[in-house]
């Protein structure tokens, strides 16, 4: 989906959700950012391992060095991987594989704006975010505005006009963050 939807966000609570039913999992969140950084696929990886083992530190040399880690102490487990905000297919490639990368009962689950990458690394279930309709809207709004579900006495009118300024935009509608 793209940008401002929510995909992080919702990707987040599924995150907390679910994340106690496995052996290992990891969020790694801003992959596109991390990995324009100087070693920043590597660091990529070392994460996932670190999280996904429960470890504190691992070290790798290299990108293959990295794949072949992960390889090699994740095919057994069975783990959560989330992997946000993936611009590049090889992202995928070095942190994700294939299928037996990752122990029966894994799931890997990537946020991302380019549908196609999704198609092309073949991963078989893909779920497109939408934009808030103006109801979904509104109740974001006043949840956050009210503590309530729907507009507060006197506040229907200006509640209507911040929904559509916000144009479905998840964070246009919850106010600042802490």
């Known amino acids: 989906g793209m940008g401002g939807v929510g995909k992080t966000t919702l990707a987040k609570v599924f995150y907390n959700s679910i994340c106690n039913e496995y052996e290992g ?5 801003n992959v596109r950012k991390a990995s324009n950084q100087d070693k920043g696929r590597i660091f990529l990886q070392q994460k996932t391992l ?7 530190k691992i070290k790798l040399d290299s990108v293959e060095k990295g794949i072949h880690t992960i390889k090699a102490n ?8 989330f992997l ?4 590049k297919i090889e992202q995928l490639k070095e942190l994700a594989g294939g299928c037996d990368w990752f122990g029966l009962g894994s799931r890997i689950i990537v946020t991302t704006r380019d549908n196609h990458l999704l198609v092309s690394h073949q ?3 893909i779920y497109e975010m939408e934009m808030m309709n103006d109801r979904e809207s509104l109740e974001l709004f006043c949840q956050n505005a009210f503590k309530m579900s729907t507009p507060a006495r006197n506040y229907e009118d200006l509640s209507n ?18």
């Open 25 to 29: 999992a990891c969020f790694i969140s």
């Open 50 to 56: 670190s999280d996904a083992l429960g470890v504190q």
């Open 74 to 81: 994740l095919s057994a487990k069975k783990v959560l991987i």
């Open 84 to 87: 946000d905000d993936v611009d």
């Open 123 to 125: 991963i078989r279930r």
């Open 161 to 178: 006009r911040a929904i559509r300024y916000g144009k479905g935009f998840p964070f246009g509608l919850q106010g600042p963050r802490p």
